[in-house]
């Protein structure tokens, strides 16, 4: 008997010691590891890929895209988009926050719909005709065969940070106009934001948003000094 209870001990200090001696290595001395590797090699994206302003202040993160929008009115639903900076894709039909209303929470997910389904269709074709109004402007028309499908369309997460450049390219004029800019001034802002594909061939040329609303702040206020 007094074998059997000393074996028992031995059994359970040694899967005590073995519970200790893992999490030290593994809760640790582990983590502390990769963070600080991930810090001396990758800090930017180890801090989650933060963005500052001209001032240094982080106005959001270049993994996660962002609206542009007007107040909200009283009796509208949803708030219209601040038309002097450039539009992310949709990220409408993902539903609210119902959960907990003390908290403007982020949702992401797709809409999981067909592409066949009346609600998809009818939203797409909404989209399309937001996109041409507010894009054309007095000396430029914009034609519904001109908007691309990231116009119109959300990202399988909702948050895509980025457009392709036809998208950018589309809003120009009217991104021009809203800050008494000239079309070749905001042409070379969305030239140079424009990121090739990866390594030459994965993915496809991309806009990030928020990097070029920055851009666009910068650029209207210093012409603004200038001109005044």
């Not at 990769?34 to 270049?62: F, M, R, W, Y």
């Not at 998208?167 to 001034?185: D, I």
């Amino acid at each position: 008997m007094n074998n059997s209870a000393a074996n028992t001990g031995r059994v359970l200090w040694a899967g005590l010691r073995a519970l200790l001696a893992l999490t030290v290595v593994c809760g640790v001395l582990y983590p502390l590891a990769v963070t600080g590797i991930a810090q001396l090699a990758l800090p930017g994206k180890a801090n989650g890929s933060e963005i500052k302003d001209a001032s240094g202040k982080v106005v959001g993160s270049e993994l996660i895209g962002q609206r542009y929008d007007l107040p909200l009115k009283d009796g509208e639903e949803t708030a219209a988009p601040d038309l002097r900076w450039f539009q992310p894709r949709p990220s409408n039909g993902l539903g609210s926050n119902s959960v907990n209303t003390r908290y403007s929470l982020i949702l992401s997910g797709a809409t999981n719909r067909s592409g066949d389904d009346a609600d998809l269709v009818q939203w797409v074709k909404d989209a399309k005709a937001a996109v041409v109004k507010d894009n054309s402007t007095a000396d430029h028309e914009v034609k519904p065969s001109d908007v691309p499908a990231d116009a119109v369309t959300s990202s399988g997460s909702g948050l895509d940070p980025h457009i392709s450049p036809e998208y950018a390219k589309l809003q120009v004029h009217r991104v021009a106009e809203k800050n008494g800019l000239t079309v070749a001034q905001v042409e070379k802002l969305v030239a140079d934001h424009t990121d090739d594909r990866i390594l030459g061939f994965i993915g496809e040329p991309r806009v990030n948003v928020l990097k070029l609303n920055i851009a666009l702040k910068d650029l209207a206020a210093k012409d603004l000094t200038a001109k005044g």
